[in-house]
């Protein structure tokens, strides 16, 4: 019969570790019940921590910029947001104006927020998604004859002569995107000297 290997239970607290505050021994309650009284929250912070630094109000542009929706998009899901606004946006210009300009214009603002949504994890697909959106957009603005060739041909020809906006649109993502990566390395930096 096979016996297996048991350890019997530490007692105190583990070498390197700082001791418990007298309330933590006693369960913290009498603390709690004080702190309920003043209506104030309970801050508790570990021995030696430092405090968090309090969140100043900033100017009224960036409090309008921290109210809009976050989401973090994964890169499938900055692909299909990014591909199914600009086919909207392909079939509304398409019905409404039929230019190629106005789709370029207003290319660069998806570019913008397809890249600062997608999460970080994910960053790198941003600009290579964003040409990809500027295709499906124009299937609906292609101008060419009947036929499966012909609206290829039409899509040929409108991808090269709005080369300009598909370029500006990828390097907007590719700019957002090496932004957002550098805060993000200069974030762990900070945090892996302290």
Known sequence: MEQHRTRPPQ???RRGT??????AARGGRKG???????GRPVQRRALGARPLPART????LVEALRRLPNPRLTGLGGGLFCGAVMFVLGVLDSLLLDSLTVYGVLFL?????????VRRGDLLTAPVVVPIAFAV???????????LLGRLMGLVT????????????TLVAGVVVLGRRVALMRRR?????R
Request: net charge neutral; aromatic share 6%.
């Open 32 to 38: 709690a019940r004080a702190a309920v009284g003043t």
């Open 137 to 147: 957009g124009l299937l609906p603005m292609a101008e060419g004859d009947a036929g």
């Open 158 to 169: 409108a991808l090269a002569t709005q080369a300009g906006w598909l370029y500006g649109g």
């Open 57 to 60: 109000a900033g100017p009224p």
């Open 11 to 13: 007692q105190g607290p």
């Open 109 to 117: 603002p998806v570019c913008l927020v397809t890249a600062a949504w």
């Open 18 to 23: 700082p001791p418990l505050p007298p309330q």
């Open 189 to 193: 930096t900070a945090a892996q000297r």
